[in-house]
């Protein structure tokens, strides 16, 4: 399929006026695969860390209980997640310092924000990749006049970060707006994390578009599907990596990033 052929002509077609002028992306399992910078070099870096933090706190647990306390940590982020709450890496540093009981009186501030720090840029080791037809297809569509955005979730790798690995990959130029939790201080589905970026893109400031002129692509109904239809926007739901059936219900599913142009027809003949 020649993608700047189709989306050229879609644009062009009849001199319709175009009602899907916006698009944004989740980042993990959307954009790029969430196995980089989870991977085990990466991991045993972090884990290397905490313990250097421990031993300068003057504790010297054993390797058993270190890994219990990183996997909790892990459950904590979870936890914090799915109830609407950033938890990045100064909190994970925080809750294992609490694991071990250290009382808070005795925290090392600088050490917790060295560390923190150091487990963010743990990420470079093992840069993410980038799922199939993403390089092809985002920037035929911001060439094809679309507007783009990228809303992501973070965790231990923070929106610095990404936006290395997305410039490194040619995609940032592409991109109107990236907006990431760690930034505004909470997690998707907070309708604010879409509002934020649609006004970035322009679209309080443009009055010939609304939020059902724009659309979002995500793989978790609950964070991407939930909080992009709470808005009004269109909901896409990519199954490339993973195939969450859960509800709500997408607007409409699709299995590889090459699908989205054809959709974008569809949507526009309506």
């Known amino acids: 399929m020649d993608l700047s052929l189709n989306l050229s002509q ?59 306390a990183y996997r909790s940590g892990y459950d904590a982020y979870m936890a914090a997640w799915t109830s609407g709450r950033h938890f990045g890496a100064r ?29 963010e840029e743990t990420a470079r080791l093992c840069p993410p990749t980038l799922l199939p037809g993403v390089r092809e297809v985002i920037p035929a569509l911001a060439a094809a006049g679309y ?4 809303i992501s979730d973070t965790s231990l790798t923070p929106g610095r970060v990404l936006r290395e690995f997305l410039e490194k990959d040619g995609l940032a130029e592409h991109f109107t707006a990236l907006t990431f939790s760690d930034e505004t201080g909470f997690p998707k589905p907070d309708p604010r994390m879409f509002r934020l970026t649609l006004a970035s893109l322009g679209c309080e400031e443009d009055p010939a ?55 974008l027809l569809r949507l526009e003949k309506r």
């Open 10 to 68: 879609r644009s062009r077609a009849e001199a319709r006026p175009r009602r899907l002028v916006t698009i944004t992306f989740d980042l993990w399992n959307t954009i790029y695969s969430a196995d980089g910078p989870t991977g085990a070099v990466v991991r045993s870096a972090r884990m290397r860390l905490v313990k250097q933090a421990l031993a300068q706190h003057g504790l010297q647990p054993g390797e058993p209980e270190v890994e219990a």
């Open 91 to 119: 909190e994970q540093v925080l809750h294992i310092l609490s694991y071990f009981e250290l009382p808070e009186a005795a925290h090392d501030q600088e050490v917790i924000k060295e560390t923190a720090q150091a487990i």
């Open 147 to 150: 507007r783009l955005g990228l």
């Open 209 to 263: 578009v609304a939020p059902g002129e724009a659309a979002h692509i995500g793989d978790t109904p609950r964070t991407d599907i939930a909080g992009a239809q709470a808005v009004g926007m269109i909901a896409v739901r990519y199954t490339g990596v993973n195939d969450h059936q859960e509800p709500p219900p997408a607007d409409f599913v699709i299995g590889h990033h090459r699908e989205l142009p054809e959709l």
